[in-house]
């Protein structure tokens, strides 16, 4: 089996996830799961109205992150509004979707990670009541994931797409994005990040064809 070694661990190309035609590899000791894709989110977190969450979580014994992952490429010009913080762009930017109930990313970002949260927390409350709770035991619902202090958090927008323009490179874009988010999510003590294919931390996730 082909593996890499990393700063943090064995990457083993067993541990991919594929989200928005992109498969990310996550190390071997990562335990990961597509938060939407689970029991509890289809059956029971699901009925709130609106209810939403981030894509991935990934947990180790040191770290979780909250991954949530918009691959725009090919579809650029629907989604440069969505790029402007606060939803400045809604109105004004050209786009053949419905922009009707829909936010730019800083502000869904933030509110998806809210949300898990409190999905996650709802979970717990039922302690061991619910046989759909058992592909979360990883996760918040052990009694250290979240308040440990040794744990780093992490909330991380993956945002592919060409949207550099004349006056304003991607990187720029992202970090305004970025500063949106840690404004939003003041609440949590956590490290947001905004990153592409070129720009992520490989010691938490890698990119692979």
């Keep these: 089996m082909q593996c890499m ?32 894709d689970t029991k509890f989110y289809r059956d029971y977190f699901n009925k709130l ?30 989604n440069r509004w969505r790029i402007v913080p606060d939803n400045r762009k809604r109105n004004t930017t050209h786009t053949s979707v419905n922009v009707e109930g829909r936010d730019s990313l800083d502000i869904e970002i933030a509110q998806k ?7 996650l927390v709802g979970a717990k409350s039922f302690r061991n009541t619910k046989e759909c709770l058992n592909e979360l035991r990883e996760y918040i619902l052990s009694e250290d994931s979240f308040t440990n202090d040794s744990k780093k958090k992490y909330v991380i927008l993956f945002l592919e797409g060409d949207f550099g323009t004349r006056t304003r490179t991607k990187k720029m874009i992202m970090k305004e994005l970025q500063d949106s988010m840690n404004k939003k999510l003041r609440w949590i003590d956590c490290r947001v990040s905004v990153v592409d294919s070129d720009t992520y931390d490989p010691r938490i996730f890698r990119i692979v064809s």
Excluded: H, Y
């Excluded at 939403?52 to 990934?58: E, L, R």
């Excluded at 990670?113 to 999905?119: G, Y």
């Design 49 to 78: 109205p609106e209810a939403k969450g981030v894509d991935f979580i990934s947990v180790t014994k040191d770290k979780i992150a909250f991954i949530e992952v918009k691959n725009c490429t090919g579809d650029e010009g629907n």
């Design 113 to 119: 990670t809210a949300m898990t949260l409190a999905a």
């Design 5 to 36: 070694i990393e700063n943090r661990g064995l990457f083993m190309e067993n541990n991919i996830k594929e989200e928005s035609r992109l498969k990310f590899q996550f190390a071997e000791n990562d335990t990961v799961i597509k938060f939407d």
